[in-house]
């Protein structure tokens, strides 16, 4: 997104380290959250999400570096924080669960991402509750990637309450840290308040395992959290989501209006191509057809496989740890496979229209 199109409405918030703007797009009329952050240190978290979206935590459509500074383009969300929503009125045990669904989807996701990233500040005042209990999960400011080689956090950072014992520094915060907040917000909708003692509900049990003061006690990832509220389903392949993969390719998810007409525009030059193509010798028509439909069906699935639309890459079990070789290996031998697949499939397809026509 061209940041000189955005018109400055007003400043939201002010503080040392970041400055929070609302801005308007000249082109598309839009409003958008513009902010300013005068720490880049973990910019690559940034750009992680802007390449792998997720339907609970804002779109992202600029990330960037300018000088000491960076600058940040993130959706507008139109709505209210859980903690002023607590603070209305209660919430029933399905509100509960609805919210908890979206929230362990939207962590779940991030967990999942090469190198994982862990959000470090979960509570109710960073979640955004829209119309219908829907939920976005922002504030990513003290987010960390996960990291091997360390055995504790440098920084103590976090909110009083929310924040794991590790993130006080006695350990590396990992995903377990992050359970340990969702299992704060669980008991702060339940009890309205995170320091209530005596826990009155069926969700008792689910607080108390993820507020274990030891990180080895708590349920060791959100999938084991998932399960135990009930919300897991079987999955043959838990990193990688046909209806994610859709929802993301290049062109239809949620990109900036030229993003979009430039994919569009690209498949429709893979149409052109395709109809196009010419072989030699002439094969039959119905094999010339479908040799056509898997030259532009495999120009038109690059796109996909190079922003890693649903995660497909992992497919591969090949860890990347955040390198950009092992990325692009992992993303050609993806492409060669579906490649196969498609010619493979349509050779066959011609084989039969050929024998029964």
Same mark, same amino acid.
């Given at each position: 997104?061209?940041?000189?199109?955005?018109?400055?409405?007003?400043?939201?918030?002010?503080?040392?380290?970041?400055?929070?703007?609302?801005?308007?797009?000249?082109?598309?009329?839009?409003?958008?959250?513009?902010?300013?952050?005068?720490?880049?240190?973990?910019?690559?978290?940034?750009?992680?999400?802007?390449?792998?979206?997720?339907?609970?935590?804002?779109?992202?459509?600029?990330?960037?570096?300018?000088?000491?500074?960076?600058?940040?383009?993130?959706?507008? $969300?139109?709505?209210?924080? =859980?903690?002023? !929503?607590?603070?209305?009125? &209660? #919430?029933?045990?399905?509100? *509960? /669960?609805? $919210?908890?669904?979206?929230? =362990?989807?939207? !962590?779940?996701?991030?967990? &999942? #991402?090469?190198?994982?990233? *862990? /959000?470090?500040?979960?509570?109710?005042?960073?979640?955004? !509750?829209?119309?219908?209990?829907?939920?976005?999960?922002?504030?990513?400011?003290?987010?960390?990637?996960?990291?091997?080689?360390?055995?504790?956090?440098?920084?103590?950072?976090?909110?009083?309450?929310?924040?794991?014992?590790?993130?006080?520094?006695?350990?590396?915060?990992?995903?377990?840290?992050?359970?340990?907040?969702?299992?704060?917000?669980?008991?702060?909708?339940?009890?309205?308040?995170?320091?209530?003692?005596?826990?009155?509900?069926?969700?008792?049990?689910?607080?108390?395992?993820?507020?274990?003061?030891?990180?080895?006690?708590?349920?060791?990832?959100?999938?084991?959290?998932?399960?135990?509220?009930?919300?897991?389903?079987?999955?043959?392949?838990?990193?990688?989501?046909?209806?994610?993969?859709?929802?993301?390719?290049?062109?239809?998810?949620?990109?900036?209006?030229?993003?979009?007409?430039?994919?569009?525009?690209?498949?429709?030059?893979?149409?052109?191509?395709?109809?196009?193509?010419?072989?030699?010798?002439?094969?039959?028509?119905?094999?010339?057809?479908?040799?056509?439909?898997?030259?532009?069906?495999?120009?038109?699935?690059?796109?996909?496989?190079?922003?890693?639309?649903?995660?497909?890459?992992?497919?591969?079990?090949?860890?990347?740890?955040?390198?950009?070789?092992?990325?692009?290996?992992?993303?050609?031998?993806?492409?060669?496979?579906?490649?196969?697949?498609?010619?493979?499939?349509?050779?066959?397809?011609?084989?039969?229209?050929?024998?029964?026509?």
């Amino acid at each position: 997104m061209r940041l000189d199109l955005l018109e400055d409405i007003c400043t939201l918030s002010e503080t040392e380290e970041k400055t929070v703007q609302l801005v308007k797009n000249c082109l598309d009329q839009k409003f958008y959250i513009k902010k300013i952050m005068r720490d880049c240190a973990e910019l690559q978290i940034y750009r992680q999400l802007m390449q792998h979206p997720h339907p609970g935590i804002p779109m992202l459509y600029e990330a960037t570096r300018r000088g000491e500074t960076c600058i940040l383009v993130e959706e507008f $969300i139109n709505g209210t924080t =859980l903690e002023y !929503v607590l603070s209305e009125r &209660s #919430l029933d045990d399905a509100a *509960i /669960h609805h $919210i908890m669904q979206q929230l =362990l989807s939207a !962590v779940e996701h991030l967990h &999942s #991402l090469q190198p994982p990233v *862990i /959000h470090r500040d979960i509570k109710p005042g960073n979640i955004m !509750v829209l119309e219908h209990l829907e939920i976005r999960l922002i504030d990513f400011e003290i987010a960390r990637v996960f990291k091997q080689d360390k055995n504790r956090d440098t920084r103590v950072m976090g909110s009083a309450g929310y924040a794991s014992p590790e993130q006080y520094g006695f350990h590396q915060s990992d995903c377990r840290s992050d359970i340990y907040a969702i299992g704060a917000v669980l008991k702060t909708m339940v009890q309205k308040d995170v320091t209530a003692k005596d826990i009155h509900s069926p969700f008792q049990h689910i607080i108390e395992t993820c507020m274990q003061l030891d990180p080895d006690k708590r349920y060791q990832s959100v999938g084991e959290l998932q399960k135990a509220l009930g919300y897991c389903e079987e999955k043959s392949l838990p990193h990688a989501s046909v209806s994610v993969l859709l929802s993301q390719l290049p062109g239809i998810r949620r990109d900036s209006a030229a993003k979009r007409l430039l994919f569009l525009a690209y498949y429709g030059l893979c149409i052109i191509l395709g109809a196009s193509m010419t072989v030699t010798p002439p094969p039959s028509p119905y094999s010339l057809i479908c040799q056509r439909i898997a030259f532009g069906l495999c120009l038109a699935i690059i796109p996909a496989i190079t922003v890693n639309a649903g995660n497909v890459r992992e497919l591969l079990p090949l860890q990347d740890h955040g390198r950009a070789s092992i990325r692009f290996f992992k993303g050609s031998i993806l492409w060669f496979l579906c490649a196969f697949i498609i010619i493979s499939l349509l050779v066959i397809l011609a084989a039969i229209l050929e024998s029964l026509l």
